[in-house]
């Protein structure tokens, strides 16, 4: 049985800097895509960022601005996003997402990922 765990998520000032992690247990593979996708109140769910089994395949949505960076740990199906420089627009649930194929680049859409966490709360104050 896959479980999909997030952490990491609280409440921070504008500017601040949060790490959330993730991991994936009980995958059949460790080279799948990863990502997260993040859903505040009255809004679809957006991708923020995926990477798939090559490092240099990380994406990032424009809203990013190169302020979140993704990793994989050393440990299988476990990732990580640093979240720097936060706005209160930043302010959602965050998702991660796994076993989204072993492509070279990460899929997009989000019903690509076949397992989900049940989400962690970002909240930026201004």
């Known amino acids: 049985q896959v479980q999909v765990v997030e952490s990491g998520g609280d409440l921070v000032e504008v500017g601040g800097s949060l790490r959330l992690s993730c991991t994936a247990s009980?995958?059949?593979?460790?080279?799948?895509?990863m990502a997260w996708f993040r859903q505040a109140p009255g809004k679809d769910r957006e991708l923020v960022s995926c990477i798939s089994w090559s490092p240099d395949s990380a994406y990032y949505a424009d809203f990013v601005e190169g302020r979140f960076t993704i990793s994989r740990g050393n440990t299988k199906n476990t990732l990580s996003l640093q979240m720097n420089s936060l706005k209160p627009e930043d302010t959602a649930t965050y998702y991660c997402?796994?076993?989204?194929?072993?492509?070279?680049?990460?899929?997009?859409?989000?019903?690509?990922?076949?397992?989900w966490g049940q989400g962690t709360q970002v909240t930026v104050s201004s």
């Open positions: 009980g995958l059949s593979y460790d080279d799948t895509a």
């Open positions: 997402a796994a076993d989204g194929g072993s492509f070279h680049l990460c899929p997009r859409a989000a019903g690509s990922y076949l397992h």
